[in-house]
């Protein structure tokens, strides 16, 4: 089983070994500063790194959209992220047109039929790139290094995704090992 830890499980080694005499609070506010300052500085297109675990940066990829058959043989998109607020908005205008809710829509159609209806993120504003936050662990001395991940909070998600549907900033493709 995985055990997940949080910014917030840092505070009880800290505490443990007696590096000082700042409350949670307190400390949870410095970390958490920190880290606030550490992202500006990756939105702005550096990278991060963070000592002998690696690099911290956004990553660019072309999304690269394919027709699959599923088992079942139907068939759908992959490779390409969907715009769910498009999609729900279809969903329930074809629920209205048939005199349902939106939930007994969804109750009463297939996933397959629902997947046929999927309206996707072409992302044209950016020709077609998609921006994302990358950790970077391939020169690391790091133990096991491939069993951790990094998982930012959403938020930061939705502030990439703000900056890069702006336009104002543009991220070089797959910056490793800078």
Same mark, same amino acid.
């Given at each position: 089983?995985?055990?997940?830890?949080?910014?917030?499980?840092?505070?009880?080694?800290?505490?443990?070994?007696?590096?000082? $005499?700042?409350?949670?609070? &307190?400390?949870?506010?410095?970390?958490?500063?920190?880290? +606030?300052?550490? #992202? /500006?500085?990756?939105?702005?297109?550096?990278v991060?790194?963070?000592?002998?675990?690696?690099?911290?940066?956004?990553?660019?990829?072309k999304?690269?959209?394919?027709?699959?058959?599923?088992?079942?043989?139907?068939?759908g998109?992959?490779?390409?992220?969907?715009?769910?607020?498009?999609? $729900?908005?279809?969903?329930? &205008?074809?629920?209205?047109?048939?005199?349902?809710?939106f +939930?007994?829509? #969804? /109750?009463?159609?297939?996933?397959?039929?629902?997947?046929?209806?999927?309206?996707?993120?072409?992302?044209?504003?950016?020709?077609?790139?998609?921006?994302?936050?990358?950790?970077?662990?391939?020169?690391?001395?790091?133990?096991?290094?491939?069993?951790?991940?990094?998982?930012?909070?959403?938020?930061?998600?939705?502030?990439?995704?703000?900056?890069?549907?702006?336009?104002?900033?543009?991220?070089?493709?797959?910056?490793?090992?800078?």
């Amino acid at each position: 089983m995985r055990e997940t830890l949080s910014l917030s499980d840092s505070y009880f080694p800290y505490r443990e070994k007696k590096m000082g $005499k700042l409350s949670r609070v &307190e400390y949870m506010r410095i970390v958490n500063g920190l880290f +606030k300052f550490a #992202l /500006e500085y990756v939105y702005e297109g550096h990278v991060i790194k963070m000592g002998e675990i690696g690099n911290l940066g956004i990553n660019t990829k072309k999304i690269n959209p394919r027709i699959v058959k599923f088992g079942n043989g139907s068939e759908g998109v992959r490779g390409i992220p969907p715009d769910w607020v498009a999609t $729900k908005k279809l969903w329930t &205008e074809k629920a209205e047109a048939m005199g349902l809710t939106f +939930k007994q829509y #969804l /109750e009463v159609t297939t996933k397959e039929d629902r997947v046929k209806d999927m309206v996707y993120c072409f992302n044209e504003h950016s020709n077609g790139l998609v921006y994302g936050f990358q950790w970077w662990k391939d020169h690391t001395e790091l133990k096991n290094k491939d069993i951790y991940t990094l998982r930012l909070a959403r938020a930061n998600k939705r502030k990439l995704s703000t900056i890069a549907k702006g336009g104002d900033k543009e991220y070089a493709p797959s910056k490793k090992n800078l």
